[in-house]
């Protein structure tokens, strides 16, 4: 079987053979000084790729199933991922050998037949891939991350399988997970992500400690663009006075209501997808001229200056560096990067796990 990803075209008549193998992409990539080598598993962008390669790594194999995130994956890495990654031909193009499994998998409920569940009981979903490809390949360590929820998820079930499928079934050393926050790594973002950290038996490694926040404060002035930003982030009168009108109502019933103003030394709420993702975090910016109403604004622009987030604003919120290309459209960007994961925080946690393992110093 040859594993090659999408056939693309070159834009000059010709065709262009994608593989996942980090080797054969980069021309100029010093693999041979690679300290370590890892795979990223429901890629997105490549938040986890970003984070590990900062770290010394080397990817030898990526997978992600939408098709625009795996658009601004290849603008970014070169290569396009291979795709679903619950399909037995996608598995069979993982290299044999790897250090470190990186995956940012979804949040899903399990079937849980007897008393405690395990690797059966995850079978159907895509923790259970995650554990299948733990258990044919042996790295030596790997990196998990999911949403906070996780730990109360089907009244702590869920979390509670994993750890019993990667402790007990696999046979790693599985420190208790720890509740990250990206504002404690030097984002202006208040993001708190469960991390699962594991060790292979043979490592001999039994003690595991996460990293300690930086001590380094940022605010939104220190992400919010530095040219005026276009006049189709801005919000209609009329749509403000709607959220103002929601937000009154929910309150008075004690509910909370997404919409929100940032302050330039606050921090971001989590952003999120879908919902009132970017409502939550609407910025007040007054270097607006132009007050005619784009395509995507129903009424008069608003004067205060209320506008949402950009993408780039966004891309800088979970950590990613200015060069950091967004090919797509802005619904897509602020989707994808939604739905990332913090640079900052994945590579202090990553560094953390590289020290135990004895790639890095302390």
């Known amino acids: 079987m040859v594993c090659k990803n999408e056939i693309k075209d070159d834009g000059q008549g010709g065709r262009l053979e994608e593989k996942a193998a980090q080797s054969r992409l980069f021309a100029n990539k010093d693999t041979v000084r690679a300290k370590f080598t890892f795979i990223d598993l429901f890629a997105g962008i490549g938040g986890f790729r970003i984070a590990m390669q ?26 396009v991922p291979f ?31 007897g008393r405690r569940g395990g690797f059966e009981d995850t079978r159907g979903t895509l923790f259970f891939d995650v554990a299948e490809i733990i258990r044919r390949h042996r790295p030596k360590a790997f990196f998990l991350e999911n949403v906070k929820g996780l730990t109360n998820h089907d009244r702590g079930r869920t979390l509670q399988t994993i750890l019993n499928t990667l402790r007990e079934d ?15 790594f030097g984002v202006p973002q208040n993001r708190e992500r469960i991390f699962i950290v594991g060790f292979r038996g043979d490592t001999d490694i039994k003690y595991f400690e996460y990293p300690e926040p930086t001590g380094i404060q940022t605010a939104f002035r220190d992400i919010r663009e530095k040219d005026t930003v276009p006049t189709k982030y801005y919000l209609s009168t ?10 009154q109502r929910h309150e008075e019933k004690g509910n909370g209501f997404g919409y929100e103003i940032i302050s330039d030394d606050g921090i971001a709420n989590a952003i999120v997808v879908g919902g009132m993702g970017r409502e939550r975090n609407l910025v007040i910016d007054k270097r607006i001229t132009d007050f ?45 990067f939604g739905n990332s994961v913090a640079v900052p925080a994945v590579q202090a946690v990553a560094g953390q796990v590289l020290i135990r393992l004895g790639w890095r110093d302390a």
Request: charge should be negative.
């Open 170 to 184: 696999l046979g790693y050393f599985v420190p208790e997970p720890e509740i990250v926050n990206a504002k404690d």
């Open 238 to 247: 009329q749509y403000i006075d709607t959220l103002r009108k929601h937000k």
């Open 292 to 336: 005619t109403p784009t395509t995507n604004i129903k009424g008069e622009v608003n004067r205060e200056g209320i506008r949402k987030m950009t993408p780039r604003e966004w891309a800088r919120l979970q950590g990613f560096p200015e060069t950091f290309k967004i090919p797509v459209a802005d619904a897509s960007a602020y989707k994808q």
């Open 83 to 113: 795709g679903d990654i619950t399909l037995e031909e996608t598995k069979q193009c993982i290299p044999e050998q790897f250090d470190v499994l990186c995956a940012g998998f979804p949040c899903q409920a399990f079937s849980i037949a």
């Open 54 to 79: 900062n770290l010394g790594g080397e990817c030898v194999f990526s997978s992600e199933w939408d098709e625009k995130a795996k658009q601004t994956y290849e603008a970014n890495f070169g290569e």
